[in-house]
T-cell receptor, first 114, second 115 residues
Framework: DGGITQSPKYLFRKEGQNVTLSCEQN?????MYWYRQDPGQGLRLIYY???????QKGDIAEGYSVSREKKESFPLTVTSAQKNPTAFYLC?????????????FGPGTRLTVL | AQTVTQSQPEMSVQEAETVTLSCTYD???????LFWYKQPPSRQMILVIR??????QNATENRFSVNFQKAAKSFSLKISDSQLGDAAMYFC????????????FGTGTSLTVIP
């Protein structure tokens, strides 16, 4: 079955540590996105990538980094510079064809900083 | 950046009744897409319905329909014959064909379905 997978589902991190969240898709989608979701704030865009080896900052990129070495994968690293990293993180992808306006989401990763 | 506003943080509806969730957006673009996503307690985001701005006809998907008012920049979601499984957070989203095809989300409306 085609889809988007995120791992792990729950992640715990100590303050000062970097941590990487995985996002993989086998939908052959060109564009991929990372969002952060906090209570009462909806989804906020962290980074997005429209093609391999290219990505752009979203509205809240500070303290995060990404890479896009393969079309299928778009990992997000939460660095120690992120002041308040505890949140729910959602990865999404979208085909680049003219009719491909819809974004599809993975199941999410809940990150908790201890 | 475009903004999307959902002014109803919480709504409730009796099972089998109809409910309308509101969404307004701010943009200077003429061509764009609008979406409603559902997020149940599992937190998996599910596409409910989408609307292309160039289409005058309102989109419909089974019990879900929208009222798209382009001039008023309004995009409401109507759920007919509400079911218990409709209980979820609902997010309105705007996609710009410019600015890298970014999506902009509202803050969500929590829908409760009363048996």
């Amino acid at each position: 079955d085609g889809g988007i997978t995120q791992s792990p589902k729950y992640l715990f991190r100590k303050e000062g540590q970097n941590v990487t969240l995985s996002c993989e898709q086998n939908l052959n989608h060109d564009a991929m996105y990372w969002y952060r979701q906090d209570p009462g704030q909806g989804l906020r865009l962290i980074y997005y990538s429209q093609i391999v080896n290219d990505f752009q900052k979203g509205d809240i990129a500070e303290g995060y980094s990404v890479s896009r070495e393969k079309k299928e994968s778009f990992p997000l690293t939460v660095t120690s510079a992120q002041k308040n990293p505890t949140a729910f993180y959602l990865c999404a992808s979208r085909p680049r064809t003219s009719g491909g306006a819809t974004q599809y989401f993975g199941p999410g990763t809940r990150l908790t900083v201890l | 950046a475009q903004t999307v506003t959902q002014s109803q943080p919480e709504m409730s509806v009796q099972e089998a009744e109809t409910v309308t969730l509101s969404c307004t957006y701010d943009t200077s673009e003429s061509d764009y897409y609008l979406f409603w996503y559902k997020q149940p307690p599992s937190r998996q985001m599910i596409l409910v319905i989408r609307q292309e701005a160039y289409k005058q006809q309102n989109a419909t998907e089974n019990r879900f329909s929208v009222n798209f008012q382009k001039a008023a920049k309004s995009f409401s979601l109507k759920i007919s014959d509400s079911q218990l499984g409709d209980a979820a957070m609902y997010f309105c989203a705007y996609r710009s064909p410019n600015t890298g095809n970014q999506f902009y989300f509202g803050t969500g409306t929590s829908l409760t379905v009363i048996p």
